[in-house]
């Protein structure tokens, strides 16, 4: 599968030392990155000749911490059905639950965060076209 339009290709990805994924999960991380700067712009930055630093470093910056968050929805999730406490005297075991309130937090934070991110890289930035 290819990817166009890329704000952010993987090498330019790994000049800015990012190094903790492979290229196709960083193609999705980018696409998602993407998308939520151009809901965020208007979809201004489509179709651009030159892609403007700043658009390059918020891309950065949303694929590292989608990366984060991702990570820990997945983390919470996984914790559902695992042993959380045994007792061997009564034979007593806990399992973990599946947190709803956690992962809604993550993804309220993560919401949140984006949108720091995106109004902070891209703050005053003028594109024309």
Not at 20 to 26: K, L
Not at 68 to 92: H, L, P, R, V, W
Request: hydrophobic letters at 35%; charged letters at 20%.
């Amino acid at each position: 599968m290819t990817f166009e339009g890329q704000y952010l290709t993987y090498a330019e990805y790994q000049e800015l030392g990012g190094s903790a994924i492979g290229e196709m999960p960083f193609n999705l991380l980018e696409f998602e990155a993407r998308k939520q700067i151009d809901i965020r712009t208007q979809k201004r930055l489509i179709n651009l000749d030159t892609i403007p630093s700043e658009v390059k470093l918020c891309a950065y910056h949303l694929i590292e911490r989608i990366k984060s968050y991702n990570d820990s929805i997945e983390s919470a999730s996984n914790s559902n059905g695992s042993i959380a406490s045994e007792n061997t005297d009564g034979y007593s075991i806990s399992y973990n639950q599946i947190n709803a309130t956690q992962i809604n937090e993550i993804v309220k934070s993560k919401s949140i965060e984006l949108n720091d991110i995106i109004m902070n890289d891209l703050y005053g930035l003028i594109v024309t076209s």
